[in-house]
């Protein structure tokens, strides 16, 4: 397996988040915090044991509480300075899952698998430690994300430096997460995309809102090398030259793919066997071949 990510410097950047939370920059964290738990409202089912895995400040598993759809949540982080006196965390690395097989009804996934060197791997986890027909609910930054600013750094450093290392981390496709869902076991597979664009007043607002919530370049191929003043001010430049609007502020795209999957049961519906249809396809789209018709 060919490793993308420094897991140590992962945690460190979010452990350094937890200073530079300000006001508003969990924007991104407290919008995913709310979807998962429109999703998880109109499921069917109390959840007795639930997870957050990864939760940061944990907005995600306050959210889904507040639904009523669940018992009891436990918190896993890779710091226990992200919990709080009324709820605790456990402490674990980031790649992963500190549960026992078949343990838990419900597994909150807020904005941390994209972070991962072994995705498949945890998805794996994650399968496993839930019980028979549990749930999976899982939020992923896509493709499209933080695209603006990964164009306008590639530009820049290309211009000064006459190369570019990699500065904003890849972004899997929403197919490629549905793939992956179905490698892990998982039955029943649900997946949709959200695109969000956020407006900032310049490019170091962005930057700055990026480090706030632990975003901060984790590749182990960044480059080492200390950049000038002249190439940020550049990639401001080139930012506020593509993608900023009338009124000058800048643009920046996030893509979030929601996946929900669970594990599986025998109740659960199962597709029907090749060969088993009652009526070919053709007759059922062509009216004037249906059955009732005279």
Do not use: C
């Not at 498949?120 to 496993?128: H, K």
């Not at 695109?195 to 590749?219: C, E, Q, W």
């Not at 080492?224 to 800048?250: M, N």
Request: hydrophobic residues 45%; proline residues 6%; aromatic residues 6%.
């Amino acid at each position: 397996m060919n490793e993308l990510f420094d897991e140590a410097l992962i945690a460190r950047n979010r452990a350094r988040a937890l200073t530079r939370n300000g006001p508003g920059s969990d924007f991104l964290l407290e919008l995913t915090a709310r979807e998962l738990a429109d999703r998880l409202s109109i499921v069917q089912r109390h959840f007795d044991d639930a997870v957050e895995l990864f939760g940061a400040t944990g907005l995600a598993a306050k959210a889904a509480m507040a639904t009523g759809k669940i018992g009891a949540l436990r918190r896993v982080e890779t710091h226990a300075g992200f919990g709080e006196a009324e709820s605790p965390v456990s402490v674990s690395s980031y790649e992963s899952v500190p549960l026992e097989p078949q343990s838990v009804n419900l597994i909150l996934s807020p904005l941390s698998l994209h972070l991962t060197n072994d995705t498949p791997g945890m998805l794996i986890q994650m399968r496993r430690a839930l019980k028979p027909d549990g749930l999976l609910l899982a939020a992923i930054p896509g493709a499209g994300t933080l695209a603006e600013l990964r164009e306008v750094l590639l530009a820049a450093e290309t211009e000064i430096y006459g190369g570019a290392s990699p500065r904003v981390i890849p972004f899997a496709d929403i197919r490629d997460i549905g793939s992956l869902l179905q490698r892990a076991g998982f039955a029943l597979p649900v997946i949709d995309e959200e695109s969000f664009t956020v407006r900032y007043d310049h490019i170091f607002a962005l930057m700055r809102d990026l480090k706030a919530m632990g975003m901060a370049n984790p590749l182990l191929g960044r480059s080492r090398k200390p950049v000038s003043r002249k190439f940020f001010l550049r990639a401001a430049e080139l930012y506020a030259e593509r993608f900023a609007d009338v009124d000058g502020r800048i643009r920046a795209s996030f893509s979030i793919i929601f996946v929900s999957g669970w594990a599986p049961h025998e109740s659960q519906q199962k597709p029907m066997k090749p060969g088993s249809a009652k009526m070919r396809l053709a007759d059922a789209l062509d009216p004037s071949r249906r059955a009732d018709q005279p």
